[in-house]
């Protein structure tokens, strides 16, 4: 239950509420600190993850590309404290659910969890609908292939498989050593927009493309000699 309402409803309540009220650039900021409240989560919860000035140096540069791929040369941070609460809030949900998996995935299987996680986050979203009730016209979604594709995309694609793969990770690598490849959403999303929308890659988002695979590259290479040494 736990884990369907951080991950499965929560996290996308508070996120897209977010990008309702603040700027998409600072939600795509403050959601890649996720990997950092990660690591200190699991410190402080199960006192096992050893923060050592690798990890921080890493974090501390993943982060600060982060900022220059976000910003694609185009400085426009507007604050706005009710949106980046929300969105710390959704960087906060995941960094849980990533967690609670983490124990969780010792004693059952990946599509087990992922089953139960989807249940319960249908379940527990339903009572938002009350207080925010949408306006769906099933016939709206037939007649219109490009919002059906883009449902089942949502659903099939960006929901399903992802958290699948993403278990599947966490499983296998661990919770912290995954969290850290969050810091490629905004390079992936850099590179797809320049290819279907043809959005200008600027050097500013190359300069910050290059430092966000050195912070994971460092911060990796602690996790590699952790394992051979």
Request: hydrophobic content about 55%; overall charge positive.
């Amino acid at each position: 239950v736990a884990m369907g309402m951080c991950g499965g409803s929560l996290y996308f309540l508070f996120e897209n509420t977010a990008l309702q009220i603040a700027p998409a650039s600072n939600v795509a900021l403050i959601i890649c600190i996720t990997p950092i409240l990660t690591t200190f989560l699991t410190r402080l919860v199960f006192k096992k993850e050893r923060i050592k000035p690798c990890m921080i140096l890493g974090s501390f540069i993943a982060l600060s590309g982060v900022v220059l791929v976000v910003f694609n040369g185009k400085y426009l941070l507007k604050i706005s404290p009710l949106g980046d609460m929300f969105t710390l809030l959704a960087a906060l949900s995941w960094a849980f659910y990533s967690i609670v998996f983490g124990e969780l995935s010792k004693r059952y299987s990946t599509l087990f969890i992922t089953r139960k996680v989807f249940f319960y986050g249908i379940v527990t979203v339903l009572p938002f609908l009350y207080f925010s009730p949408a306006a769906f016209d099933i016939r709206l979604v037939v007649a219109s292939p490009v919002i059906l594709s883009n449902l089942l995309f949502l659903g099939i694609v960006a929901s399903l498989l992802c958290y699948i793969t993403w278990n599947k990770a966490v499983k296998e690598l661990g919770i912290v050593r995954t969290s850290n490849y969050l810091y490629l959403n905004p390079l992936v999303t850099l590179l797809t927009s320049s290819v279907i929308i043809h959005e200008r890659i600027t050097f500013i988002a190359l300069i910050g493309s290059v430092l966000i695979l050195s912070g994971i590259y460092i911060t990796e290479k602690k996790f590699r000699f952790s394992v051979f040494h």
